[in-house]
């Protein structure tokens, strides 16, 4: 045998030697591996087993009870962005109203202070019209001729026939206006009775329909006074001025 075949068969040999040797290791695992498995290693790694089966199932808890969590985080955003938008929107309605509720204030104080000087106005006319319609009655009253006798005109005219240089008919005219007077100042003060009527229709105030018209000068010279109230406590009302007279006016 040559030292070259020699060699080879030595090489081999350890070849078969390694592979051997690895064929060992191998069953030596594996064996180890099977021996491994016990009942008393599998007894051991239950506890094990259910403790990383509970941790599983609480890892698996919390992270439902976390989606769960952020979903109801993620609904109250949304709730919360609606209710900013609904609350945003109530402002501005509410703003609005305010400015409504402004903008009629002004309006209905600017009616009061129009309404008032309005009705002011209608008191001071209706005073000056009782005023003025009571004194035209006043008036009538005293300076219209008492009524007219039949039989005494007729009288009357007879005797002026016999009245010398044109006297008889200076005395018939005057008879026949004397009669003309008196249906005329009667038409007159009828006229102002259903005058003074027709003002109380008018919208007065009630401490204006409480006054009582007095003649010109007949409770203070050369005023024109209503009064109100009783005695020791009247007051007396200008007409001319439109305003109640101080007590020492």
Do not use: C
Not at 20 to 43: D, G, S, Y
């Amino acid at each position: 045998m040559t030292t070259a075949g020699a060699d080879d068969l030595d090489r081999k040999l350890k070849e078969l030697e390694r592979d051997k040797r690895e064929e060992e290791l191998r069953q030596l695992k594996a064996n180890a591996r099977v021996r491994w498995v016990t009942p008393t290693a599998i007894a051991a790694l239950l506890p094990l087993a259910a403790g990383f089966g509970l941790w599983v199932v609480k890892e698996v808890k919390q992270y439902g009870a976390g989606y769960r969590a952020l979903e109801e985080v993620e609904a109250l955003r949304k709730e919360k962005e609606a209710l900013e938008r609904q609350k945003n929107g109530l402002n501005v309605e509410i703003g609005t109203l305010l400015q409504l509720k402004q903008h009629y204030a002004e309006q209905a104080s600017q009616l009061r202070v129009d309404v008032e000087a309005k009705q002011e106005a209608v008191d001071k006319a209706y005073l000056r019209a009782v005023f003025y319609g009571s004194e035209m009655v006043y008036t009538l009253d005293h300076v219209g001729p008492p009524p007219a006798d039949d039989k005494g005109m007729d009288a009357l005219r007879a005797e002026a026939k016999s009245l010398p240089n044109g006297a008889a008919e200076k005395l018939s005219a005057v008879l026949g206006r004397y009669r003309d007077m008196e249906v005329v100042i009667k038409m007159a003060r009828d006229s102002s009775v259903a005058y003074n009527k027709a003002i109380n229709l008018l919208p007065a105030s009630a401490w204006a329909k409480q006054l009582d018209p007095m003649p010109t000068g007949s409770v203070i010279s050369n005023r024109q006074v209503m009064l109100s109230g009783p005695p020791g406590e009247r007051r007396f009302y200008d007409v001319k001025e439109g305003r109640f007279l101080t007590r020492d006016e």
